[in-house]
């Protein structure tokens, strides 16, 4: 099995602290930078599954380091370099506590909260009638709380972020307005690759004052994309849409018992499992993007994470 990177243990000159993600290690520099270590580590049902996945942590980081740099110019954000496949290093920001959920479609969530009578929204009504995978007239926002971890997050209208003060009626205005032009952005890069992207988070912070975007973007752990070709046919016969994100690692843990519930084991993660996933990961890189991906040397890899974020933190 190839060598992947699920524990990181690094202490850069002037760190701080360290905090660990499901996925994500990120290393406060100074209070003034961050460095953010993509691991290879995969979770799904909020529980960090076994094994490591080779070349997820270098796809999931470029993707989102693509697309920061195809948005910047519509709003600031944290990246300052990316000096390692599987590192970004940036701007440390105090980030809000909602995460801006764009959705253009009923689907996931929201679909089985329709389906189960709910016509309403994070405060936004719904009409009767509608189904599975249908497009809404325009994206709509849907914030939801930034839980504790090991905690769920949970949906928040407009009106309660701003009566419970969590932010300010003039951050979240700016707020909702970058959400939704950087949907209308990745929306239009994703027509170009015959895809349609579904829905996505967005997390936000403030840097001097200044709003910054942070964390990752457009990736598959964080979105859903529908293959445009075929979307309408499939729709009108309400069969399942095409769908590149993660959900095949969900699928694949359901249908051997798992959704995370107390009592269930995670299936075992064979080695033909592990390569399977990565395999997949790396064609939904190749599909966003639209490039081959090149895997990076897996000999060492700590080390050369270490040496190229020592370099970078150098000249900061």
Known sequence: MKKAVVKTNFNFAGQKEVYEGKVRDVYNIKNQYIVMVVSDRISAFDVVLPEGIPYKGQVLNQIASKFLDATSDICPNWKIASPDPMVTVGHRCDSFAVEMIVRAYL??????????????????????????????????????????????????????????????????????????????????????????????KYEFGKKDDEIYLIDEIHTPDSSRYFYAEGYQERFDKGEQQRQLSKEFVREWLMENGFQGQDGQQVPEMTEEVVNNISERYIELYERIIGEKFVKVDAEDIQERIENNVKNMLARL
Not at 137 to 165: C, F, M, V, W
Request: hydrophobic share 35%; with cysteine.
């Open 107 to 200: 689907t996931g969530s929201s679909w089985r909260d329709y389906k189960a009578g709910s016509r309403e929204i994070c405060g936004i009504e719904l009409p009767d009638g509608m189904k599975e995978h249908q497009v809404f007239p325009q994206p709509i926002i849907t914030p939801s709380t930034k839980a504790e971890q090991g905690a769920h997050d949970e949906n928040i209208s407009r009106e309660e972020i701003l009566k419970q003060g969590i932010v300010s009626e003039e951050d979240y205005v700016i707020l909702e307005k970058y959400a939704l032009e950087l949907f209308k952005r990745g929306t239009e890069i994703a027509a170009e690759k015959g895809l349609i992207l579904v829905d996505t």
